[in-house]
């Protein structure tokens, strides 16, 4: 099973950017399908991103043109990158493998001026 951590949360002001990072150790990450997800305070958590192992992409409405995922399967480590960001986008955000496995830690990502 593959272990996850993220990094690259923190405060910023609206309109501002943020990248995300997810690195795994313990599996062999580029046969994994990989998500990035969020829960804000009082909602569920939800999929906000999507990267095959293939490479292909897929986003919820509500990021869409905003957030791009990305991964670089020879560091074991998939991005968020994540511009013209929202109060709304606060949440702490988690990386997990499709299916989903373990869930780490995540990341707290603030938007607020």
């Known amino acids: 099973q593959v272990q996850l951590v993220e990094s690259g949360g923190g405060l910023v002001q609206p309109g501002g950017s943020l990248r995300l990072s997810c690195a795994a150790s313990?599996?062999?990450?580029?046969?994994?399908?990989m998500g990035w997800y969020r829960q804000a305070p009082g909602k569920e958590r939800e999929l906000v991103a999507s990267?095959?192992?293939?490479?292909?992409?897929n986003y919820a409405d509500s990021v869409k043109g905003r957030f791009t995922i990305s991964r670089d399967n020879t560091k074991n480590t998939m991005y968020l990158q994540m511009n013209s960001l929202k109060p709304e986008d606060t949440a702490v955000y988690y990386c997990?493998?499709?299916?989903?496995?373990?869930w780490g830690q995540g990341t707290q990502v603030t938007v607020s001026s």
């Open positions: 990267i095959t192992r293939g490479g292909s992409t």
């Open positions: 313990g599996s062999i990450f580029s046969i994994y399908h």
């Open positions: 997990n493998t499709i299916p989903r496995g373990a």
